[in-house]
Each structure stands twice: as C-alpha cells, then as structure tokens.
C-alpha cells in the first residue's frame, strides 16, 4: 500500500520569506502523480500543484515549485515571496497513474505566516 | 464556475440519529469519492464510485454507514445510527476518469466541496 508522510507538524515563516514543506511517499509504482493541496481556515481543499512522475522537470506554479526526486521517494514544495494568505493546512497526495483512482494523503503541514 | 456542492455545511445531532449528507458533483464527472477528516486520523477514504458503480468502501464501517450514487448528480454518504465519534468533516470530491493519455484527461485532479462538518452529541 502506498504511504505518505509529512514530517513537519507545523512550519512557520516571515512574510515575503521562502519556505519549504517536506513530504515523502512509499511506492512500487513507477507511474503515479504527486500533489500539494492547500486548506485555509475555510476548510476548502485547493490544489496547489501537481507532478507527474514520468515527468523530470519540476512542476512550477507562480510563487509555488516543488523538488522531485523520484529515486528518493520525496516532493517538497517551495513557497516563495510567502504572503498572509498563504497561511493554512498543507497536504501533500499521491495517486497512482490508473484514471480515477484514490489519493492518498499525508498528515499535513499547518504554516503559519507571521508579518 | 463548476464546483462540488455539499450540503449540510454543518450539522449538529444527537447519538442514535441518522445523518445524510448529500454531494453533487461536477457536470461530467464520473468519479466521486468520500473522505473523512479528523485531528486524530487525518484525510480517510470512506468510498469511491466510478460511472455510480462503488469501487471501494472498505474504509467505511459497514454497520453504520452506507454510500450511494441514486443518479449522476448526486451521491449520498448516510450514517445510522450516528454516534460521537462519526464527529468529523466529511469531504466529497469528483474527477473525470478516462483512458486519457498522460497529458489528457486521465490526469485529471480531484475537485473537493467545501465538506459537511457532523457533530454528534
């Protein structure tokens, strides 16, 4: 069964710093895809960003950009320029390649973002 | 602008009464999932659904809980008889599976409500 971990229960940063929220995941898969979801005190789950194994490049999104390495089962997101709104819940998930099916998650990252 | 509805937003009820949350999912969207979110156990999947058809509910407590998709539009997520540890949110999420390539739509992400928060006195 796939597993991922989120390490870091909590990460804070100062406003317009850099921050970076570490995940890793256990796999026998070779294609699947990874994402970072983002859940504000709304309760809203937001995509951030996503990857697709097969891909080399890192996938990039505005302030947001992860490090993928496959071999080491690990997909950290970097937040840039962090703003007041960045603020909330993060969780990083993993799916397998077949269409449609389940994401698993992680435990999750609370950022705090302090001015 | 497309978006999974859930309703309730919040439900409030007391132990032994029976609870049914409702989704609808996005036009078009033939995958439909339910999570449960605690402080305790994170982010569980309850059940997914493909084209109405259940997939998997091997994360839901039979006695209890029962999952059903009536028709492409609505999916229901029913507890009875509820107790205080059903408390929780509970997520409905749907996404388009297809035999897409790996740039097509198969990649598609899942697209999550604003979930149902269930306390059970």
């Known amino acids: 069964a796939q597993t991922v971990t989120q390490s870091q229960p909590e990460m804070s940063v100062q406003e317009a710093e850099t921050v970076t929220l570490s995940c890793t995941y256990d796999t026998s898969e070779s294609d699947y895809y990874l994402f970072w979801y983002k859940q504000p005190p709304s309760r809203q789950m937001i995509l951030v960003i996503r990857?697709?194994?097969?891909?080399?490049q890192n996938a990039t999104e505005n302030r947001f950009s992860v490090n993928f390495q496959k071999a080491a089962k690990s997909f950290s997101l970097k937040i840039s320029d962090s703003q007041l709104g960045d603020a909330a819940m993060y969780f990083c998930a993993y799916r397998r390649e077949t269409s449609g099916s389940r994401l698993t998650f992680g435990e999750g990252t609370q950022l705090t973002v302090n001015p | 602008d497309a978006r999974v509805t859930q309703t309730p937003r919040d439900k409030v009820t007391e132990m032994g009464q029976e609870v049914t949350m409702r989704c609808q999912p996005i036009?078009?969207?033939?995958?439909v999932f339910w999570y449960r979110q605690t402080m305790m156990q994170g982010l569980e999947l309850l059940a997914y659904?493909?084209?109405?058809?259940?997939?998997?509910d091997s994360g839901m407590p039979k006695d209890r809980f029962s999952a059903e998709m009536p028709d492409a539009t609505l999916a229901t997520l029913k507890i009875q008889p509820s107790e205080p540890r059903d408390s929780a949110v509970y997520f409905c999420a749907s996404g388009l599976a297809s035999k897409g390539t790996r740039e097509g739509p198969g990649t598609g992400e899942l697209f999550f409500g604003e979930g149902s928060r269930l306390t059970v006195l």
């Open positions: 659904f493909r084209n109405r058809a259940p997939l998997d």
């Open positions: 990857q697709e194994a097969y891909k080399q």
């Open positions: 036009l078009g969207h033939n995958t």
